[in-house]
């Protein structure tokens, strides 16, 4: 039955992780709406500002000149690091099985098992290029039944279509569903295989009580007929599989700190952990299968997981020589309330950016599904997300040396973001600019109302150092207004700093029509 029950609580665990990923991201949005308006008056020092401590200006210290090309490059390499991991791994469980198996090794065996074993590099990909979830599921379920097809027509012939799709039902689509639910949506891909790890010990331990219920009911307890004296039959139940969590609350809870303090030392990335994450359910559905055979020998199912930081040792050792010099800052600026908008162009252009330089904010709940890491996760699971907030501007300067800005082992940078209170966020801003080298702000939408914008624009006017900043407008965008705001500027401002793109219709500018402005060498500042 262990196979079953290990099954069960991996189904459980997962649904557990995808309802609370959607509680926590909610209650997350709304802490923070509730904590940005909140908060001590101060005085602003947004016009003046000292470079602050840990984080220089960016006129201080050019940062590299990276190209277009560069970045094309950089998010090539990732997807090639990946993918030859992934090939290497489903190679090293495909001669596993045929070990096993004790039966004769064929290189068209081999190479049709490797490609039906490679679907874990899909939800990275998914990640990276942050697909949309029909296209997640659309691509994992085609790849399935490909490997269904492929098996079926190049393994032996003399297994039949319905053989192949039990056991590959058995093999792989257990470990395809899971996945499928913890990477489908937004605040499920962001939060969810966090908290998996932390519903795992709590569903083990309300099965350890279960299995305790059971072993009282076959010795006659007397405490268990003390219980039924006062509780019904499936009181009993629901207090022996719940009350546990009681226990393992704490331990599970220490698991979660764990992770997000190994993640903001860096010990854990983003794209690492899922992948990490991916392959461990991948490779547990055979595990499961081989444990009547095998017994605890199953666990050399997971042995290709120690490719894995032999992996990532590789891949921090090309990052490193690299990583030369200081990589380039961008600051995203945008219209609240337009979530649609700047979503879409977090996916297709931010992502983008994270390749080859970093990426600085003030945090809003437009972009909790994309930023939301490990470390904010249990710090507001322990009730500290205020202490994450800018009070005062005295705190500017803490919070911005707080900001990670080498890469993780991949290669790819991390967003760090400020978070502000109403009172707090232009002496946030005034520094953040102080310590960018490029801007893209998306003023789509954009109305004379919209205050906040203005001041952004005066502040992106006048601060020395920057190279460049990309305006996103549209049809809808008061452009005069927002030109009026720079205007008094301009006999300051570098000629070519502000670049206009216009959105025409429904269609957003391309994701290399907005990045390629973006890329300004020392010579073009």
Known sequence: MLPGKIAFLLILATFLS???????????RAAMQRLMKTGQKSVSTAT?????????????????????????????????????????????????????????????????????????????????YRWRRRRLVGTLLLWFVAAVALLTWRVNENVSFAQVLFWMSLDIGLPLVIVTALCLGGAT?????????????????SQAGVDLLSELVDRQSPVLYWLIGWLPATGAIALFALAPWLVAWWPAKALGRWLAAAYARRQISE????????????LTGPALGAIADEGWGALLVFLPLL????????????????????PPTLLVLRVFRQDANVQDLFDRVIDR??????????????????????DDIFTFIDGRLAERFIRSPADVPRRLAEFELRPDVEGRYRVNEC?????????????????????????????AQNAGCLHELRVLATTPGLARVVVLINEQTRLPEAQAAIAEATATAPSGRFVWLEQRGERPPGTEQVLAPLFVGPGGR
């Open 48 to 128: 003046g500002g000292s470079a602050a401590p840990g984080l220089p200006a960016a006129a201080d210290l050019p940062p590299v000149a990276v190209s277009l090309d560069d970045n094309r490059r950089a998010e090539r390499r990732l997807i090639a690091a990946f993918l030859a991991l992934t090939l290497l791994m489903a190679l090293t469980r495909t001669l596993q099985m045929q070990i096993m198996a004790d039966g004769p090794i064929t290189w068209k065996t081999v190479l049709t098992l490797t490609a039906a074993y490679a679907w874990a590099v899909v939800p990275v990909i998914a990640v990276i």
């Open 353 to 374: 950016w994270r390749s080859t330089g970093n990426t600085v904010l003030i945090a809003g709940t437009d972009l909790v599904d994309r930023t939301i890491d490990p």
């Open 271 to 282: 794209l690492l952990y899922l992948f990490t994450a991916v392959w461990v359910i991948a």
């Open 419 to 447: 978070y502000c209170h109403d009172t707090t966020w232009q002496d946030a801003l005034a520094e953040l600019v102080r310590a960018s080298d490029v801007v893209l702000m998306d003023l789509r939408n954009f109305i």
């Open 189 to 205: 891909r962001a939060v969810g295989p966090w908290l998996a790890p932390v519903f795992i010990v709590l569903c083990w331990a």
């Open 307 to 326: 490719w894995i930081p032999l992996g990532a040792w590789a891949m921090e050792a090309v990052t490193g020589k690299r990583s030369t010099g200081r």
């Open 18 to 28: 995808v309802i609370g990923a959607l509680i926590v991201a909610n209650r997350y």
